[in-house]
């Protein structure tokens, strides 16, 4: 799986209309956006850097895209979806780093996605966290 950074989306951009772009060139496995952002993660390594190729200034919705290999999170970590989130990405981070080292934390809309860098502190904050409340809502499954 390749992780790909796209940067200077309009505000008007959805992730249905970038997974279109981007499954033009492979197979799509992820599509997100947060604000001005997004990540695609692509299944084959050769079709994501096509993508890259072919994207990287494409024009969409007035903006020219910056598309890039992402450097975000390190391999062998373990991703978790946090649904009813009502906080902001930095109280979200702080939250699950009580538990072990947090290598990314991506809100998008009501729900985010949270990569602990162990299985175990990931384990132990589901354990801890599923179903409890913070910030006036209860973590979890949305």
Do not use: W
């Not at 209309?17 to 060139?25: D, G, P």
């Not at 604000?35 to 993508?51: C, S």
């Not at 391999?75 to 981070?93: D, F, P, Y």
């Not at 175990?120 to 599923?130: R, S, V």
């Amino acid at each position: 799986m390749v992780k790909i950074f796209i940067g200077n989306l309009s505000s008007d951009t959805t992730s249905d209309e970038l997974r279109s772009l981007f499954s033009q060139y492979g197979k799509i496995s992820e599509c997100s956006i947060v604000k001005n952002f997004g990540f695609v993660h692509m299944d084959d390594k050769a079709e994501a850097e096509e993508a890259i190729r072919n994207l990287h200034q494409y024009e969409l919705n007035g903006q020219p895209l910056n598309v890039e290999l992402s450097r975000g999170k390190a391999r062998g970590s373990t991703k978790l979806h946090v649904g009813n989130i009502a906080c902001t990405n930095q109280e979200l981070r702080a939250k699950f780093e009580e538990f072990g080292s947090v290598l990314e934390c991506d809100i998008v809309k009501n729900y985010a996605f949270v990569h602990m860098e162990r299985v175990e502190d990931a384990m132990e904050a589901i354990n801890k966290l599923d179903n409890t409340a913070f910030k006036g809502e209860p973590l979890g499954r949305a």
